[in-house]
């Protein structure tokens, strides 16, 4: 059936500079448009500046990039409303995903019959191969109602693993690693075709195949709705990457969600020990003891308190970074989303203003429910 072509805007209006994070000594600037065939033209944000809490959010903006087949509920939501109606609303409209990191076709199969909206098929960390990623895309075909499938490559510079997914005929794909406008514009213009990106064309392929059919009038038809229709999503998973987020946002079109993932971030921040601005202050050298004094090793005020990744997580500093990345998202309609583990904590980051939330892993939830089976015996 022939489909008419999906009208698609080439210009960007670039918003006005963001004010939830200010570089201490800086005016604000207007960035304009990145495009990224070679990383090397882009000029990287700032990131010397450190971590510190963000002011009110400013009144949401127009979308500057519209994508078709994102159904996407951040641009219609308030980026300062904390009323309940607001959160209830906020809630039944996230989309609900799992993260595939087992490689099993059989796994991906039954989830997807599972009813939830979108699954990542993990190359970056999960057991997930080329080879396995087509059968995965394969197995996920067979439910009523497919979930959209996302895949997750290796990089920004992961050229040809993003061009693997989006032949194979995924959705889209989720690109960890962003620090910088530079490697934001890089990982998107590998997923656009020209002239909005540089993506490499190949006929026949899956994606053909799956979305268009066979037949000489395919690859048109393809070409035509191809840019609107490929879902970018990059991570949120560094202090850089957030200190970069509204320059990021402003500079950078065909941005379809950024995905936070908390506990790459906390780990940048210091929240889990480690060297970032907000790691706690290593414990001082033991002082010469006086006659009679103590000097065991396994006295409290020499000894440092192991890392707690849930308090963490549900600290302070993270509910400040979950309300800067969704009003940031707001501001210009684009889809915020974010990893947890269990239900509850997924319901809450959808009533926080997430319109994708994934709520665990393959593998955590077999892991999890054997234990809670054997526990039972």
Same mark, same amino acid.
């Given at each position: 059936?022939?489909?008419?072509?999906?009208?698609?805007?080439?210009?960007?209006?670039?918003?006005?500079?963001?004010?939830?994070?200010? $570089?201490?000594?800086?005016?604000?600037?207007?960035?304009?448009?990145?495009?990224?065939?070679?990383?090397?033209?882009?000029?990287?944000?700032?990131?010397?500046?450190?971590?510190?809490?963000?002011?009110?959010?400013?009144?949401?903006?127009?979308?500057?990039?519209?994508?078709?087949?994102?159904?996407?509920?951040?641009?219609?939501?308030?980026?300062?409303?904390?009323?309940?109606?607001?959160?209830?609303?906020?809630?039944?409209?996230?989309?609900?995903?799992?993260?595939?990191?087992?490689?099993?076709?059989?796994?991906?199969? /039954?989830?997807?019959?599972?009813?939830?909206?979108?699954?990542?098929?993990?190359?970056?960390?999960?057991?997930?191969?080329?080879?396995?990623?087509?059968?995965?895309?394969?197995?996920?075909?067979? /439910?009523?109602?497919?979930?959209?499938?996302?895949?997750?490559?290796?990089?920004?510079?992961?050229?040809?693993?993003?061009?693997?997914?989006?032949?194979?005929?995924?959705?889209?794909?989720?690109?960890?690693? &962003?620090?910088?406008? /530079?490697?934001?514009?890089?990982?998107?213009?590998?997923?656009?075709?020209?002239?909005?990106?540089?993506?490499?064309?190949?006929?026949?392929?899956?994606?053909?195949?799956?979305?268009?059919? /066979?037949?000489?009038?395919?690859?048109?038809?393809?070409?035509?709705?191809?840019?609107?229709? &490929?879902?970018?999503?990059?991570?949120?998973?560094?202090?850089?990457? $957030?200190?970069?987020?509204?320059?990021?946002?402003?500079?950078?079109?065909?941005?379809?969600?950024?995905? &936070?993932?908390?506990?790459?971030?906390?780990?940048?921040?210091?929240?889990?020990?480690?060297?970032?601005?907000?790691?706690?202050?290593?414990?001082?050298?033991?002082?010469?003891?006086?006659?009679?004094?103590?000097?065991?090793?396994?006295?409290?005020?020499?000894?440092?308190?192991?890392?707690?990744?849930?308090?963490?997580?549900?600290?302070?500093?993270?509910?400040?970074?979950?309300?800067?990345?969704?009003?940031?998202?707001?501001?210009?309609? &684009?889809?915020?989303?974010?990893?947890?583990?269990?239900?509850?904590?997924?319901?809450? $980051?959808?009533?926080?203003?997430?319109?994708?939330?994934?709520?665990?892993?393959?593998?955590?939830?077999?892991?999890?429910?054997?234990?809670?089976?054997?526990?039972? $015996?």
């Amino acid at each position: 059936m022939h489909r008419s072509s999906l009208r698609k805007s080439t210009a960007y209006s670039v918003a006005k500079p963001h004010a939830l994070w200010p $570089l201490p000594g800086t005016a604000p600037t207007r960035r304009g448009r990145v495009h990224a065939c070679n990383a090397a033209q882009t000029r990287p944000a700032q990131l010397s500046a450190p971590w510190r809490p963000a002011p009110k959010s400013r009144p949401a903006t127009k979308t500057a990039y519209s994508n078709d087949s994102s159904s996407s509920t951040a641009g219609s939501r308030s980026s300062g409303s904390s009323s309940e109606a607001s959160s209830s609303s906020s809630a039944s409209a996230a989309q609900f995903g799992m993260f595939v990191c087992s490689g099993s076709p059989l796994v991906a199969e /039954a989830l997807a019959h599972t009813g939830v909206d979108w699954l990542c098929l993990d190359t970056q960390h999960g057991a997930v191969g080329y080879g396995e990623l087509l059968r995965l895309l394969q197995a996920t075909c067979s /439910a009523p109602r497919r979930p959209q499938t996302i895949v997750r490559v290796g990089g920004p510079s992961d050229r040809f693993g993003i061009q693997q997914a989006l032949d194979q005929g995924a959705d889209g794909v989720m690109v960890p690693l &962003v620090n910088s406008v /530079a490697e934001a514009a890089e990982a998107v213009s590998y997923c656009r075709f020209p002239p909005q990106g540089c993506r490499s064309l190949v006929a026949p392929s899956r994606a053909i195949l799956v979305q268009e059919g /066979a037949g000489g009038a395919a690859l048109g038809r393809y070409l035509q709705s191809a840019n609107s229709r &490929v879902q970018v999503w990059l991570q949120v998973e560094s202090l850089q990457c $957030l200190e970069a987020l509204d320059a990021i946002l402003d500079s950078v079109p065909g941005i379809d969600c950024l995905f &936070v993932g908390p506990a790459d971030l906390a780990v940048s921040m210091g929240l889990l020990g480690g060297p970032g601005p907000l790691a706690p202050q290593p414990p001082q050298p033991l002082r010469p003891q006086p006659a009679g004094g103590s000097s065991s090793s396994g006295s409290s005020s020499g000894a440092a308190a192991l890392p707690d990744l849930a308090a963490a997580l549900a600290g302070p500093e993270m509910q400040e970074v979950h309300r800067r990345v969704i009003a940031a998202c707001a501001a210009r309609g &684009v889809a915020a989303g974010c990893f947890c583990v269990g239900p509850a904590r997924a319901k809450e $980051l959808a009533a926080m203003g997430y319109s994708r939330v994934g709520f665990d892993t393959d593998l955590g939830m077999l892991i999890n429910s054997t234990s809670a089976a054997l526990k039972a $015996l």
